[in-house]
């Protein structure tokens, strides 16, 4: 995938772009040319490359600096206030000129002056339409954008949200949303690589997962009666040493006593 001068690899004349077209900057409008599919990408290699670039029936959403590593985008998303930051932008890379210069509608958190694809996104609508303001990450606000823009199915590829952080904060609201979405009769669309919206076992009804020979829940019981096992013999072991520490006392009043000295007053 050849790069031009700022390291775009999107082919804006690629056959099936939708060719977006921006009805309102302010208000986050957007023609979507008659499509109905929201493909969602994101950076995770596990499925970034299954995304449906050439399918015309899709519009192809990325994010951030992605622009470096697919083929075909539709829309742009980088919802940062500080996005033009030095620590925010891959070293060796012009990202403030790849926004100025990309011809679609770019998601941002407000309009940008310097950057003429610019298009609000539009949180407060959103809010007031769901009754949620729950978002902990870009994914989150592309899939409530995919509701909140009438889209019948959002798919999502290069997206897996279970390292550091994101499997603590950015997972649980990406899957609030998707199961908003799937509450509304939207269909969802997971790569098979991804790790959202799925489950170890059925709790209650199946058996937990098995590590090997042993079972992970037998493993955490024995783990819990060896934490219990190991306070008690720290209790014990504290015990044991006060008494040595008062036999230790004894042992020196009566030293004191065979080699004549004064005994304190007990």
Known sequence: MAEDRI?????????????ARIIDPDRGLIDWNGRTKLAIVGFASSSKDKAPYEDPEWVVWGLNQLYRHINRADAWIDIHHDYAAEAKVVEGT??????????????MCKREADI?????????EITAKFGARYFTSTISYMIAYG????????????????????????KPC?????????????????????????????????????????????????LAKMDKRKEELIRELQTVDGAQQDCR??????????????IPAL
């Open 7 to 19: 390291g775009n690899t999107i082919n804006w004349d690629h056959p099936a772009a939708c060719k």
């Open 94 to 107: 012009d990202f403030m000129g790849w926004l100025t210069q990309a011809p679609i509608p770019i998601f």
């Open 116 to 124: 003429p694809s610019s298009v609000r996104y539009p949180l407060e």
């Open 147 to 170: 509701i909140y823009a009438g889209f019948r199915e959002i798919g999502l590829w290069g997206v897996d949200l279970i390292v550091g952080k994101e499997y603590f904060h950015q």
């Open 174 to 222: 990406a899957e609030f949303w998707l199961g908003m979405a799937n509450a509304m009769g939207i269909q969802v669309r997971l790569a098979d690589e991804s790790a959202l919206l799925k489950s170890t076992h059925l709790y209650g009804f199946e058996e937990g997962p098995v590590h090997g020979p042993i079972k992970i829940g037998e493993i955490e019981e024995r």
């Open 249 to 262: 006392y004894w042992l020196e009043l009566a030293a004191l006593r065979l080699r004549g000295g004064a």
